[in-house]
T-cell receptor, first 113, second 109 residues
């Protein structure tokens, strides 16, 4: 079934540890996004990529990095996790031929202790 | 600045009609999206409006007034499965989505 997969589904992480959240899509979408969702704050954009080989910073990029080596994969790395990074992380993608729809992965629930 | 406002929570009765409002101020406008998000799940696309007026899709309709910076999502014949959060998002001039905080809809029997 075509779509977006994320791994892991959930993770408990000690503060200071490095962690990479994985995101893969098989729809050949050009643009990909990483959001975090916290209660009462809605979805906030962390980083995005409009096409393979390019990335950009969103609203809350500090403490996170991304890469886009190919069309399908868009990993998000926390270099040194802090408790304020406890959140639900969603990866999304869109074809990017205009004002088209973003489709979301199932999310990763991350707890940093 | 950019801002999207929607009510935090609404309650409605099974079988009834409910209207969820969204007002926005954004830099550029390439359309307004509504998503549904059940607890513990990912957002899923419901509707898209770029021109003024009403778009109907089964039990769900979405309305847009660009001059007023206003949209609403209308849900008819409410079912228990419609209990979810409804997210309003505006696509700005860079084709990025600016998100509201979401409206939690509680359906009572």
């Amino acid at each position: 079934i075509a779509g977006i997969t994320q791994a892991p589904t959930s993770q408990i992480l000690a503060a200071g540890r490095r962690m990479t959240l994985r995101c893969t899509q098989d729809m050949r979408h050009n643009a990909m996004y990483w959001y975090r969702q916290d209660l009462g704050l809605g979805l906030r954009l962390i980083h995005y990529s409009n096409t393979a080989g390019t990335t950009g910073k969103g609203e809350v990029p500090d403490g996170y990095s991304v890469s886009r080596a190919n069309t399908d994969d868009f990993p998000l790395t926390l270099a040194s996790a802090v408790p304020s990074q406890t959140s639900v992380y969603f990866c999304a993608s869109r074809e990017a031929t205009g004002a088209d729809t973003q489709y979301f992965g199932p999310g990763t629930r991350l707890t940093v202790l | 600045g950019q801002n999207i406002d929607q009510p935090t929570e609404m309650t409605a009765t099974e079988g009834a009609i409910v209207q969820i409002n969204c007002t926005y101020q954004t830099s550029g406008f390439n359309g307004l999206f509504w998503y549904q998000q059940h607890a513990g799940e990912a957002p899923t696309f419901l509707s898209y409006n770029v021109l003024d007026g009403l778009e109907e899709k089964g039990r769900f309709s979405s309305f847009l007034s660009r001059s007023k910076g206003y949209s609403y999502l209308l849900l008819k014949e409410l079912q228990m499965k419609d209990s979810a959060s409804y997210l309003c998002a505006v696509m700005d001039s860079n084709y990025q989505l600016i998100w509201g905080a979401g409206t939690k809809l509680i359906i009572k029997p």
